[in-house]
């Protein structure tokens, strides 16, 4: 069983510069890449920003230069440090690992943890 537990999360001012977190637990073998995905109310799902077990990382354009992914090996954890927060990035961030176990390589999420950018 692997559990992915986010935390961070809440009401942020514009311009704001909150984080988020996410660590992963259970029986794992190696994490292959993490990453944070976000659902905006009448919006679908998108990615936010990835990163590899080589320390690749992907962003979104809307958030380059801004957010700031970053991960812990020895943790099992990935960060998500944003900066200059805008009323766009109001959504629901989701933390996504693709983990090796017993199972097979697997994709796991965690259970979401809201962003209010809001003044």
């Known amino acids: 069983q692997v559990q992915l537990v986010e935390s961070g999360g809440g009401l942020a001012q514009p311009g704001g510069s909150p984080g988020l977190s996410c660590a992963a637990s259970?029986?794992?073998?190696?994490?292959?890449?993490m990453g944070w995905y976000r659902r905006a109310p009448g919006k679908q799902r998108e990615l936010v920003a990835s990163?590899?077990?080589?320390?690749?990382?992907n962003y979104a354009d809307a958030v380059k230069g801004r957010f700031t992914i970053s991960r812990d090996n020895a943790k099992n954890t990935v960060y998500l440090h944003m900066n200059s927060l805008k009323p766009e990035d109001t959504a629901a961030y989701y933390c996504?690992?693709?983990?090796?176990?017993?199972?097979?390589?697997?994709?796991?999420w965690g259970q979401g943890t809201q962003v209010t950018v809001s003044s």
């Open positions: 259970g029986t794992i073998f190696s994490i292959l890449g």
């Open positions: 996504n690992a693709r983990i090796h176990n017993a199972l097979g390589v697997l994709d796991y």
């Open positions: 990163i590899n077990s080589g320390g690749n990382i």
